[in-house]
């Protein structure tokens, strides 16, 4: 198979990583026989540095122009103090919104070779943690307008505007409900329908969507109440369904209490066209350039890259058990150390990796 895939390095540890994660994909064409072929484009602070813009036309036309693109992390505190929608974030809210990616999809893992990571008391974890959260990733709070910063009676007033309209809740609702299907056929539509107006029409057109999927489970949580039942007992869900906002937050808790948040990938799709893949993780400035960063998200969003991108299943398998096989042999980067463990860097970890794909059958 012949594909091109553009890169995004972005800022902070972002390029260190992104090359670990290139030199699996490279592992995985030369031992499966396929050819893919990397281009690279400017996104959010490297990209203000040299174009004065988070996003310059360029980048958009090369991620539009692949058949799948790569991304590690945007941001920094170089860039804080710039108006919002100067800032290195607003070059990653732009290509999701560019690329059409409404369905973002964060898978949280326990792996066993990390259960002593887990921030859980040790009978919660025990019982396991494997959830997915699909977050509606084009819509919400996030694009809603109006929104800004006035001055109003000689008062500062910050606005946003939560909405959704329908046909973006079904789209979104489908790809949980499928999701569910390759899974443990449980969704969870979490929401705030004893608030909010949006949540209520959430509540309403996923329940319709729904009933295509009689197979699947179906429950409904309050956000407030999920974000406590993810710490008291994750082993409960299977697909977790929402919005933008809540989700960008529950995604965060439900990685971070794996104990690993340098160990979760993402992915990013649309209806048609490229999806984007990226670890769950930021760009680390107070890491940068010191090989320290823990590679493995990003190696990890490479697998997902080549499963739900490419539809490489067994590339993807292949990846995931060589990141797991570098685990077991006990090598560590720093955020994951644990006693008896053998403390690597960045490019050595990759190299591990690397280096298991080859030796695998
Ligand atoms: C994420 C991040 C982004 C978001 C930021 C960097 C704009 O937190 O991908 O979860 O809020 O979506
Ligand atoms: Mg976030």
Redesign the pocket.
């Known amino acids: 198979m012949e594909k091109t895939i553009c890169l995004l390095p972005g800022d902070g540890i972002g390029p260190e990583i992104l090359a670990q994660g290139v030199a699996a994909l490279k592992a995985i064409a030369a031992k499966c026989d396929h050819k893919f072929v990397f281009e690279e484009a400017a996104i959010g602070g490297a990209a203000i540095d040299k174009f004065s813009e988070p996003l310059p036309k360029d980048t958009v036309a090369k991620c539009k122009a692949s058949d799948a693109v790569f991304l590690a992390a945007?941001?920094g505190p170089k860039w804080d103090n710039l108006p919002a929608n100067k800032r290195?974030?607003r070059g990653?809210?732009g290509i999701?919104k560019e690329l059409g990616l409404f369905a973002?999809l964060r898978p949280a893992l326990l792996l066993p070779e990390l259960a002593n990571a887990c921030l859980l008391r040790p009978e919660i974890a025990q019982k396991g943690l494997d959830l997915i959260v699909v977050r509606e990733?084009t819509g919400d709070i996030?694009f809603g307008e109006p929104r800004g910063l006035e001055v109003k009676n000689g008062l500062r007033v910050g606005f946003n505007t939560m909405i959704y309209d329908e046909n973006e809740i079904k789209r979104i609702a489908r790809v949980a409900f499928e999701t569910a299907r390759k899974r443990r056929h449980k969704v969870c539509s979490v929401e705030k329908s004893n608030v909010l107006e949006t949540s209520r029409l959430w509540k309403e057109v996923v329940m319709e969507v729904h009933k295509d999927y009689s197979d699947v489970e179906l429950t409904h949580l309050y956000v407030d109440n999920a974000a406590m039942q993810l710490v008291r007992d994750p082993s409960q869900f299977d697909v977790i369904l929402t919005g933008?906002?809540f989700?960008?937050i529950l995604?965060?808790e439900a990685s971070v209490i794996t104990g690993s948040l340098g160990m979760l990938p993402?992915a990013s799709m649309g209806s048609d066209g490229p999806g984007l893949f990226?670890p769950?993780h930021?760009s680390a400035p107070d890491l940068a350039g010191q090989d320290k960063a823990n590679p493995l998200a990003t190696i990890l969003s490479a697998a997902m890259l080549l499963r739900l991108g490419f539809g490489l299943t067994a590339e993807a398998d292949l990846i995931e058990k060589a990141v797991r096989k570098t685990l077991a042999d006990g090598f560590r980067t720093g955020d994951i150390m644990e006693e008896g463990k053998t403390l690597v860097g960045c490019q050595k970890m990759g190299e591990l990796v690397t280096q298991a794909i080859n030796d695998l059958a």
Do not use: A, T
């Open positions: 945007v941001g290195p974030e990653l809210l999701r973002n990733l996030y933008n906002i989700g960008d995604s965060d993402s990226e769950i930021g």
